[in-house]
């Protein structure tokens, strides 16, 4: 996988999902993103209870964000969309959100939300606290 080298991005997602939610995550599973790190952990925010993974389709974006937020520049990994839902997300603990293109023209949001993200750490799924059954 080429670092920067990334097949879609979130307009193309959304256009190629016709609003159709599980083609566009789909997508986005089969699509090489950058995660921004550092300190070995990736770039995140709390917003209304869930944390938000931020992830680039673009290699100068990271940079902007950064330099938006008054940070300094993270090192930035290419992986696959689906390592993020299927291996980072429930390891970070409590609800977690994945962010494309935060801050760009054309972000997408995807919610920490059954089809999204495994069952266990949904929080739309049954016995998640606070969740909806």
């Given at each position: 996988?080429?670092?920067?080298?990334?097949?879609?991005?979130?307009?193309?997602?959304?256009?190629?999902?016709?609003?159709?939610?599980?083609?566009?995550?789909?997508e986005f599973r089969r699509s090489e993103v950058l995660?921004?790190?550092?300190?070995?952990?990736?770039?995140?925010?709390?917003?209304a209870g869930i944390r938000w993974l931020f992830v680039f389709t673009?290699?100068?974006?990271?940079?902007?964000?950064?330099?938006?937020?008054?940070?300094?520049v993270p090192?930035?990994?290419a992986v696959y969309g689906a390592s993020l839902p299927d291996q980072v997300?429930?390891?970070?603990?409590?609800?977690?959100?994945?962010?494309?293109d935060a801050g760009g023209a054309a972000g997408l949001v995807l919610p920490p939300a059954a089809g999204i993200v495994p069952d266990a750490?949904?929080?739309?799924?049954?016995?998640?606290?606070g969740a909806k059954t």
């Open positions: 996988m080429r670092a920067g080298a990334l097949r879609l991005r979130p307009a193309d997602l959304a256009a190629s999902g016709r609003g159709d939610l599980r083609a566009v995550v789909g995660v921004p790190v550092v300190d070995g952990s990736p770039v995140s925010a709390e917003g673009d290699d100068a974006a990271p940079p902007r964000f950064a330099e938006v937020r008054g940070e300094a090192e930035r990994v997300v429930p390891e970070v603990g409590g609800p977690v959100g994945i962010a494309v750490v949904a929080v739309d799924a049954a016995g998640i606290a």
